[in-house]
């Protein structure tokens, strides 16, 4: 695709964006940037308002953009920071539901409307009261959106159903991928590496990745390698990732003995993909999934749940199982780890699954007509 510019016409003033990024996962953040430096590049001024680590985590500056720091709380100073920010702007970005709510404060009760994208990368998970508040969250934060792009087909019609006035498709890709691993594109032996570092020189290596929190399945996933032990020999599964359940779950591999390994966050997940036989995916609930993506990037077989925007994303790329079943998932990694054959026909339908979605030019392409969209001046009649 040819690279849209926006660059101003002459004696046209330059058009000033702010993005608003609340701290974000990892998916979020790396959109942020990809999305900055297709703008900066396109001749759009770019402010990221974003707290001072995600800033030395992602480098937004080094794209071109400014930073702000404006920290994660929805606290009256913060959106003091972020209205004083957007006072100059022709058009403010948010990325994910409390970034849109402080950007949402941060523009109420302003004469002249600025124009309000949101980009919704998934839903927020919590129960009880917290999931209440979050959904009334949600509620004004679509219902002041002048556009929301949802990352999947069930966030625009969950945007929709939530109020949004006008809700889109818009899918966030991945920073650009290298080229495809095969065996002998390894010279400097990290497979070998890794695997022996894991602890899976003589045994097939299952990797997932993602926060250890209840709707990523990982109980579900517990419940499947108690099957595995029987094998021979017997899978490792390695999880990649932080958060409140860890105690937990460190408390049942110990007490059942399973063949698990919590190993923490990882800044090297495309050398744990690429080291591993399978990847697991056993969500509950999951959006735009970024292990599903760099998976089939990776040219590894993946086992995910039928959940939320995972079919839409991975097509018949992957083997689908019912979500918290667990002798499905137990089953499916069974048969993959027993037929070489299937394994890489799906190598090469993920492959082919993934040149259809968007590259970072294709979305910053269609990020920025929605801008030339909002900021075009009315013309009088």
């Known amino acids: 695709m040819t690279p849209v510019s926006s660059l101003p016409p002459h004696g046209q003033s330059q058009l000033r964006t702010v993005q608003v990024l609340g701290g974000g996962n990892a998916g979020s953040s790396a959109h942020v940037r990809s999305l900055a430096a297709g703008l900066v590049a396109r001749g759009v001024k770019v402010m990221v308002c974003a707290p001072d680590d995600a800033e030395h985590t992602y480098d937004f500056t080094g794209t071109g953009a400014d930073h702000v720091h404006v920290p994660r709380s929805s606290d009256p100073v913060s959106v003091a920071t972020l209205r004083a920010v957007c006072a100059d702007a022709d058009l403010v ?32 998970h919590a129960e009880g009261a917290r999931a209440q508040l979050l959904r009334v969250l949600e509620r004004r934060v679509m219902k002041s959106a002048t556009v929301v792009l949802g990352a999947t087909s069930e966030l625009v019609d969950g945007a929709r159903r939530s109020g949004a006035r006008d809700a889109r498709f818009g899918p966030v890709a991945l920073p650009a991928w290298p080229c495809p691993p095969d065996e002998s594109d390894d010279p400097d032996g990290k497979r070998p590496k890794i695997r022996a570092e894991l602890g899976a020189v003589d045994r097939p290596l299952l990797i997932a990745v993602g926060s250890l929190e209840r709707h990523r399945g990982y109980d579900v996933l517990l419940d499947a390698a108690r099957t595995w032990r029987r094998l021979d020999p017997v899978p490792l599964v390695v999880l990649a990732g932080e958060g409140p359940l860890r105690a937990e779950l460190q408390r049942r591999i110990e007490d059942e003995e399973l063949p698990v390994a919590l190993i923490g966050s990882r800044d090297d997940v495309t050398d744990l993909l690429s080291a591993a036989d399978l990847a697991l995916l056993p969500s509950r609930r999951e959006a735009r999934s970024v292990l599903a993506q760099e998976a089939l990037h990776a040219r590894v077989p993946l086992v995910a749940s039928d959940a939320g925007g995972i079919p839409e994303l991975v097509g018949d790329a992957a083997e689908l199982v019912p979500a918290g079943d667990a002798r499905a998932l137990a089953d499916a990694v069974v048969r993959l780890l027993a037929d070489p054959a299937r394994c890489e026909r799906l190598r090469e339908e993920g492959l082919r699954q993934a040149a259809t979605w968007p590259t970072e030019d294709e979305t910053v392409a269609q990020v920025l007509s929605v801008y030339d969209e909002l900021t075009q001046p009315v013309p009088l009649l």
């Open 93 to 124: 970005h948010a990325h994910g539901l409390h970034a849109s709510f402080r950007a949402a404060l941060a523009l109420g009760g302003r004469r002249v409307r600025t124009p309000f994208v949101v980009t919704w990368h998934d839903r927020v």
